[in-house]
DNA sequence: TATATTTGCAACCATATGGTTTCATTTAAC
DNA sequence: GTTAAATGAAACCATATGGTTGCAAATATA
């Protein structure tokens, strides 16, 4: 089965789980209290987290703190930095330099 | 039905498409030869694509050219943009000594 | 005009997904 | 020791997903 990072974060829930674990650790039982659907459906979207690493466990008693895992988010950064400077529209004056010399030379 | 950018760069093949077009603008069938799916498969692909605005259509004659619109991609940007810090290990040297001061203080 | 090319859409199919309910296990509390 | 709480796992279900094949429409080419 699947199980990488981008399908990790391609559900909104997951994506929350993520936000709200990001600020400090959290229990099954405190995460489900800020959804509308079961504990036990956090718990499976907690175990998909947790096989692409996205989050780590920390057992103390009989709770479980899930802690987030930020190295694995890297993944993502890597895929979408390429594509940056594309939606970032300040380009420096040496880039509109080169890219105009460009132009004009192959012309 | 729901239609964002996360979901649509859940998938690799459309994580390919979009590397593909982000280089220059293709039509579904110089696409396809990339693939080992059918032609109509990269089609649907790219209604995905379409629908959630990470590609646009340009079409001449019979040809549709598929461009690579980046702005759609700054949802994902902002979403893991918060967690970079948290991967990106690197502190300088007063972030390490304001974190100290604080610890101290607390003590 | 007749034919070939490029494309999108619809119907269908096997599997994945996200949810539920039920149950077993472990640990804390009484 | 008995009961309660926290959790994960299994079984089940409706729907989504990604693929296929077949077909129709639009445009280029002969």
Not at 67 to 79: I, L, W
Request: include cysteine; aromatic fraction near 8%.
């Amino acid at each position: 089965m699947r199980r990488d990072v981008f399908q990790a974060i391609a559900d909104p829930t997951r994506r929350a789980i993520i936000t709200l674990i990001a600020l400090h650790a959290m229990t099954p039982n405190a995460l489900a209290e800020h959804f509308d659907t079961s504990r036990q459906a956090v718990s499976k979207h907690l175990r998909i987290l947790t096989e692409c690493q996205l989050v780590k466990q920390e057992q103390t008693g009989r709770e479980i703190y899930y802690h987030f895992n930020a190295k694995s988010m890297k993944e993502v950064a890597d895929f979408i930095e390429p594509f940056r400077q594309m939606w970032e529209e300040k380009f420096d004056k040496l880039d509109v330099l080169l890219k105009k010399m460009k132009t004009t030379k192959k012309k």
